[in-house]
């Protein structure tokens, strides 16, 4: 028996020291000194509570090398698979299961784009961006050649390849793709079109309804001057992605007659889907003449977010459409040319081989045609809707990528000239840049280039790709973009809704919400001009839909309590809600599954399961509710499958019944208990988080949140018969500033800062962004030096 306890302490003692030793080998460095190739001076690297580097370089090249360097310290594994989708290459790293998702977006056309992009800027004259951009890939590749690689090269057996350019450009058509909605939504809106007829349409909001609200457009006429100064489904193809996607955003911004300080505030929260780690690597950059305090994404050099002491850029989804359709006709004598005019055109046909991790390769077969690549193969919405190919036109396919000369600017600008400047480079995807600054000027953009598309095309439904008309050929100038230029209101709020029309009178096509976050946002900044920004917390933190509730009043009232009298304190909480969604309501857990059952019985026996699990997952849901609700005449409420005519109340009583029923099955006869936390699961998924026991290593969990689909402070799931609601996406930052003090700003990750999962920052801001807690932006020295602590040097070779 001693012999057997030596040998389990020895045992033991080795497995401490293995672990010990795997700590040591892929743990961060913050502190101490580094020699690193490439570098003209030293770098001197303070690292905030919260790990926020503060880099203070001597010029551009090396604050920018430095930026790679650590950048790729903490994010290396998610920059690596950010790139990989870009570039169609994930069954390379991860194995066969990722074939399909690179098929797609080989397919699709970001890898080809990507390379286009990288051989155009090869050709010009070297820039200030292209020169910090590629001082940025120097220092990721010094950090994969001589750094602590993260632990999941080592679990995957393999040591990652060398950063490129191309690389970058691949991760921004990756997050083209992820704010292009139409693949999600248009090969629906033309089945329904199709199979049932504009009555069904109708019924759902596929355009904009009067109730809904539009962002007001004041074009410029009064700028402020600056002093001179320095599944066998696209859904559940894409429920595969190792990176989150982009989904929304909320953002404001308030000038000085509405402030107590009498500056200009802003708020940004950008909704991206959870992850871990999450989305944005926050970077606060200082050399002379220039200091940025940014949000980066993963392998780009500049902040697509961010601030200096005196402008600051936000952004949300603009959510403009900007993605078609067309149905060809194939040569009737050639399956590899298509109709187009009064002629038929070859297919250009290329052959690609997907590299897959243990396997032979995959051969893939793209065909494109003078709209753009085939999607049928890739899509099975598509495919299942009609045997001829279907064309995707694209416009971030069809003008040049100016993306990081943009965000070179914005980051860099003296003033609201230069942003607006850099905000015109932005072909898609389509985003509302939010802007404000020291001297009182207030501004948003709605930045994409806007397709002038033939009075033919319906922008949803698939168009005739024999029709030249119907393929769009210009553009509609930047000046005539939706835009708010220091309104009189006081503010400008953009929260994914529709803008108003542009000059010339038209309402652009788009996915747009209905606006109730932008009218909870717009009702409290009428309600007082003395804002703070810890005011602005409450506002920004805000879980309440007003819509709701009146919806969920609205079914009660066309329901007889008498078939319900078992469950009769249950018509108390439905018609008390006030539509907020903190953890204890009861409402909220009644309301979502009574949605789902409606949506199911109404509309699944015309289009089935799958396409219903696609209407869910589209704005259109969250659009169409109330007005489909409200609808007496819906024609969906008629169940097909059966002789009688079923009615809206047919349909209410029957949803609630299995509602009611399902929930006492779920959580008990105490209706008290049906807590709105209960239903709830909060979780930030890790690339490898899928397998297990790697989720308990990786993912990040954290408390119940106050989930909701459309209140400012959005943390949506989907709907689904379980009742148990994964928390999809939410706010991936908030970020309060008021310009009287700029230097101490307010914001939060939902995860933290690193990804690497031995750093003490990967998770050390869960439980504050749960708890809607902030933490500090720091820019002045002193308050940097006092929260850090020793200073990680980077010094020349």
Sequence with gaps: MKKIGIAFGVFLLLGVVVIL??????????????????????????????????????????????????????????????????????????????????????????????????????EEYSTPWREATEAYISGVNEFIENGNLPLEYRLLGQKPRAFSINDIHAITGYMSFTFAV??????????IHRKLGDNYLNALSVEMLPEHHFIPNHYP??????????????????????VPELEGSNSWVVSGKKSKSGQVLFANDTH???????VWYEAHLIYPGFEFYGNHLAGVPFGLVGHSRHHSIGLTMFENDDQDFFELELDPQNPNAYKYGEEYLPFEILNESITVKGQEPVNLEIKKSIHGPVMNGVVPEIEALTSNPVASWWVYLNEKNRAL??????????????????????????????????????????????????????????????????????????????????????YVITANNQPDTLINGKLFPGYYYPGERWK?????????????????????????????????????????????????AVFKYMENWKGDHQV????????????????????????GEAALEAYLNTFMMIRSTSFFIQNEENPWWDDVNTLEKESQGDIFKKSLAITLQELKAQFGDDITKWRWEKSIIAEHPHPLGSKKPLDKIFNVKTQATPANEESINKLAFNLNGEGIYRVRSGPAMRILIDFADVARSYSVLPTGQSGNRFSPYYKDQADLFANGKYRWQYMDRNDIIKSAGEPLILKPE
């Design 21 to 122: 030793l795997l700590i040591s080998v892929h743990t961060p460095q913050y502190e101490g000194k580094i020699k690193i190739q490439g570098l003209e001076n030293s770098v001197e690297v303070y690292f905030d509570e919260h790990g926020i580097p503060h880099i203070y370089g001597q010029n551009e090249k090396d604050t920018y090398h430095a930026l790679g360097y650590l950048h790729a310290q903490d994010r290396l594994f998610q920059m690596e698979m950010m790139r990989r989708v870009g570039t169609g290459t994930l069954a390379e790293l991860l194995g066969e299961e990722l074939v399909d998702i690179d098929r797609f977006f080989r397919t699709l056309g970001i890898p080809a784009y990507a390379s286009i992009t990288t051989a155009q800027l090869q």
């Design 182 to 191: 139409a693949l999600k939504t248009d090969p629906l809106v033309t089945l």
């Design 221 to 242: 006429d009064s700028i402020k001057t600056p002093l001179k100064t320095t599944k066998p489904s696209l859904i559940s193809l894409l429920d595969k992605l190792p």
């Design 272 to 278: 991206i889907g959870f992850s871990s780690p999450s």
């Design 405 to 490: 000369e943009a965000l070179y600017r914005m980051n860099h600008a003296k003033d609201i000239h230069e942003v607006a400047q850099a905000a015109e480079l932005i072909h898609a995807p389509g985003l509302n840049i939010m802007y404000g600054d020291s001297i009182g000027n207030i501004a948003w953009w709605a930045a994409a280039k806007l397709p002038i598309r033939s009075e033919k095309v319906h922008s949803k439904i698939f168009a005739d790709g024999s029709d030249p008309e119907t393929l769009p050929s210009q553009w509609y100038p930047f000046t005539e973009n939706p835009m708010s230029i220091n309104p009189v209101s006081g």
């Design 520 to 568: 909870r946002v717009a009702d409290a900044l009428e309600s007082r001009n003395d804002w703070t920004i810890n005011d602005l917390k409450d506002v920004q933190l805000e879980t309440v839909n007003e819509r709701s509730p009146e919806t969920l009043r609205y079914i009660v009232g066309q329901i007889d309590r008498r078939d319900f009298e078992e469950f009769d």
């Design 584 to 607: 204890n309501e009861i409402a909220p857990t009644i309301y979502y599954k009574l949605i789902y059952h409606i949506y199911r019985l109404s509309m699944e026996d015309e289009i």
